[in-house]
């Protein structure tokens, strides 16, 4: 087994149809071009020494080179580590020291801003190799791939063999490496290629970072499929429909705030988006009401999936055309779910647990990381997400919040998502957070962070009486900061813990 076969095989089965358009420039490559250019970047490698195993760091946005590089990369046996483009010297060194990895591909800008100076930090980095303009003391990965060989035997992996090293968000400490296998991508990708009905004639758009987990949805489920992937550097609402309109997309993924974007820069009419068949969300819990203007807006189904990185993305997903709105949908084929008390006991349809999750996707452990494996492993094999989740009668599930996030008031458990959820149908608010906060009589009172929509106003009492008015008086929040704008990860989702910080 080789991730990589999933470009082999098809360059054998459709080798003329697109593998790969490029949204920003327009370039495009057929299945047969892209096979070629893996089996080059994989021999570029291997004349630098890199070998079965070893580890390459990957530091580029989405563009058909990161494709390149991490099939090419898959291909020889070695082992991707991809981080995020936004990340900076502190970061990327982290990373580099933690994975040791031997050579590293990234975008030309960035990397000579950010880490050529800092090389002397990365004692096991033996090879910069740079995407874009000449760097001084780097390896230009155009001219090496002109120069390598077209063909390449594909290394023989097993299963368990390590194809990522993805390293977590790190909104709560330092980022970890979840070791992630040929068999976890493998087995996820087929997942989601079923999930959401594609085949080889179609189109896949995102613009979420391919070094996200969600890479297993937006890239490797399509190549599972055989259908063609658009690649995007950086979102804009309105350049994802005018890509959708111009290259018949067929299926666009994004995280909650992206939408929430699209549905706010909307104009009917504009543009063609008669191709467009499925919207795919992740990464974070999509409000209900965000959920029934999609479908409005853009005549589109729509899933919603739950997964983390340390189980290969996928764990649930909402069933195109019979899905529930507000639920994640039933458990993916070959996933175990169960939703257990605070002692590990198993509880019944309607009650709030922790998830735990067995199965094909779920990771082999943090790298160099046995305390922290351990701690998230049940002894029987149960991955802990630390998600609070419960299931209904007919086997759908629902997140109800993180974990560590829930509060007491006055004895009472408050789950900032279901907070949220009803503060976004107040027709002025663009994105809100709960937060506990300390009270000397209730013990937690929530809070809520606010950003309106443009040219909306709202009082703090008006927003408190909205609340009150729709859910019990204990989960109302007692006081209200409006926020230009929300603090956010790379990948979108807002990071309450710099909210915390704030308070």
């Given amino acids: 087994m080789n991730l990589a076969g999933l470009i082999a ?25 892209f ?20 580890r390459v760091a990957v530091y580029l946005p989405n563009s058909p ?38 050579v590293l591909i990234g975008s030309s800008g960035e990397t000579e801003q950010y880490l050529i100076e800092a090389q002397v930090q990365t004692p096991y980095l033996e090879n910069i190799i740079t995407v874009g303009e000449p760097v001084k003391g780097a390896l230009d990965f155009h001219r090496l791939v002109a120069e390598a060989a077209e063909e390449l035997e594909t290394e023989q992996c097993s299963p368990d063999d390590l194809v990522t090293l993805m390293y977590t968000s790190g909104t709560t400490g330092r980022p970890k490496g979840a070791m992630l296998s040929h068999g976890n991508f493998m087995s996820i990708a087929a997942v989601n290629a079923k999930m959401v009905q594609i085949d080889d004639q179609d189109l896949y758009l995102t613009a979420t970072p391919y070094c996200h987990i969600f890479f297993v949805q937006s890239v490797l489920g399509p190549f599972y499929a055989g259908a063609g992937v658009m690649t995007m550097k950086r979102f804009h609402a309105e350049k994802v429909f005018e890509l ?14 992206m939408y929430i974007f699209m549905l706010e820069q909307f104009e ?24 029934k203007e999609i479908r409005e807006k853009f005549g589109v189904e729509f899933s919603e999936t739950y997964g983390a990185t340390e189980t290969s993305s996928t764990v649930t997903y909402g069933r195109i055309g019979h899905g529930k709105a507000g639920s994640v949908g039933p458990v993916a084929r070959g996933v175990r779910v169960r939703v257990v008390d605070g002692s590990g006991g198993e509880l019944p349809p309607g009650e709030v647990g922790e998830i735990l999750v067995k199965g094909p996707g779920v990771f082999k452990g943090y790298w160099e990381m046995p305390k922290a494996t351990a701690e998230v492993f049940t002894p029987d094999g149960f991955y802990r997400t630390g998600d609070l989740g419960r299931y209904d009668e007919d086997g759908y599930y629902y997140i109800v919040d993180r974990k560590k996030d829930m509060l007491i008031c006055g004895g009472y458990n408050v789950y900032p998502r279901e907070v949220e959820e009803v503060i976004y149908q107040h027709p002025a608010v663009m994105e809100a957070a709960v937060l506990g906060v300390k009270d000397p009589v209730r013990g937690e009172v929530p809070k809520a962070f606010i950003r309106l929509k443009d040219g909306a106003k709202m009082s703090e009492q008006e927003l408190i009486d909205f609340c009150k008015q729709r859910m019990a008086s204990y989960k109302v929040p007692r006081n209200i900061e409006f926020l230009p704008e929300l603090p956010k990860s790379p990948t979108g989702k807002i990071l309450k813990r710099l909210l915390r910080e704030r308070m």
């Fill in 65 to 102: 080179e990161y494709l390149f590089a991490y099939f090419g990369i898959a291909r020889i046996g070695a082992v991707a580590a991809p981080f995020n483009i936004l990340f900076r010297t502190r970061e990327i060194t982290y990373i580099l020291n933690n994975s040791r990895a031997k």
């Fill in 9 to 33: 095989d098809n360059a054998l089965f459709i080798p003329h149809y697109k593998a790969i358009i490029c949204g920003d420039d327009g370039r495009e490559y057929t299945w047969a071009e």
């Fill in 268 to 291: 009917g009419g504009k543009y063609d988006l008669g191709s467009w068949r499925v919207a795919v969300s992740a990464a974070a819990s999509m409000p209900v009401e965000n959920i």
């Fill in 35 to 54: 096979n070629r250019l893996v089996n080059k970047v994989g021999n570029a490698l291997k004349k630098l020494g890199v070998k079965k195993g070893d």
């Fill in 244 to 257: 959708i309109s111009r290259y018949r997309v067929t299926h666009f993924a994004g995280v909650p705030t």
